[in-house]
């Protein structure tokens, strides 16, 4: 049974640092697409990073660039969202997603993904 599980949300002020967590579980996590997406009150869900995991090659949007880095330890079967210089307009639930396709950029849409998790919830303060 696939399951992915965020963890790591929290509540910062501007300017800290989280790292979330998506624990996989129910395939190995070797050579697959995962994209992080947020999604927050009263707005759509956006993808904000994807990592495939085959090569390690990642993207990300804009506005997270150089904030923002994906990682992953294939022997926890884990992937990582390193955010740093956070701010209140990155407040939103956090989920992680996989797509077992090639494809892996910021441009897929989130119907494309095959399973999610629950979320995390990640809030900044000014």
């Known amino acids: 049974q696939v399951q992915l599980v965020e963890s790591g949300g929290d509540s910062v002020r501007a300017g800290g640092s989280l790292r979330l967590s998506c624990k996989v579980s129910?395939?190995?996590?070797?050579?697959?697409?995962f994209g992080w997406f947020r999604q927050a009150p009263g707005k759509e869900r956006e993808a904000v990073a994807t990592?495939?995991?085959?090569?390690?090659?990642?993207d990300y949007v804009d506005s997270v660039k150089g904030r923002f880095t994906l990682s992953r330890d294939n022997s926890k079967n884990t992937l990582y969202m390193q955010m740093n210089w956070l701010q209140p307009d990155d407040t939103a639930m956090y989920y992680c997603?996989?797509?077992?396709?090639?494809?892996?950029?910021?441009?897929?849409?989130?119907?494309?993904?095959?399973?999610w998790g629950q979320g995390t919830q990640v809030t900044v303060s000014s």
């Open positions: 997603a996989v797509k077992f396709t090639r494809t892996c950029t910021v441009l897929v849409r989130p119907a494309a993904y095959n399973a």
């Open positions: 129910g395939f190995s996590i070797s050579r697959d697409c």
């Open positions: 990592i495939y995991t085959g090569d390690g090659a990642t």
